[in-house]
């Protein structure tokens, strides 16, 4: 839930910066789906520096979504940028998301509230190994 408010805020607050700088600068929002990153190789620092894999977070990942390459994600990024558009979601099948809030959010809500089902819990502490890990 912090996530998605934090990243709810820093879409409203480019938005908001649009107008108030008008067409002087170009603000393009990008809202990325599941890109292939350290993060969805389950990779994640311990308290004590090292650096783990949760091969439950990783796992959980890999089956219900197709990752996205990052290297096209950025060429989509400056393509869509000089191009002078003002959004971009990427992978474009995750802007499937937004259609389905708008028309019919009980059903987003209720494929959400699956995904937080299946996928490994976070705020609570793990074992990877011998190592306790405190996810937030």
């Known amino acids: 839930s912090i996530y998605s408010a934090s990243k709810a ?3 409203a607050f480019y938005e908001t910066l649009r107008v108030e700088v008008g ?4 603000i393009m929002i990008v809202t990325p ?3 292939e990153s ?10 004590d ?6 091969e439950a977070v990783r796992d959980a990942l890999g089956k219900l979504f197709p990752l ?3 290297d096209r994600c950025a060429q989509s990024i400056v393509k869509s940028a000089c191009r002078g558009e003002r959004y971009l979601t990427e992978p474009a099948w995750y802007g499937v ?4 809030k708008t ?4 059903l987003l809500e209720m494929v959400l509230g699956f995904m937080h089902l299946y996928f490994p819990k976070t705020g609570a502490s793990s074992k990877i190994g011998s190592t306790e890990i405190k996810t937030q």
């Open 33 to 35: 789906g599941f890109i």
């Open 68 to 70: 996205y390459k990052a």
């Open 49 to 54: 520096g090292r650096m783990l894999v949760d």
């Open 103 to 106: 028309v019919s959010p009980e």
């Open 97 to 100: 998301t937004y259609w389905l």
């Open 9 to 11: 805020a820093v879409v």
């Open 38 to 47: 350290e993060m969805t190789k389950g990779k994640l620092l311990a308290g």
């Open 23 to 26: 067409s002087d600068i170009h």
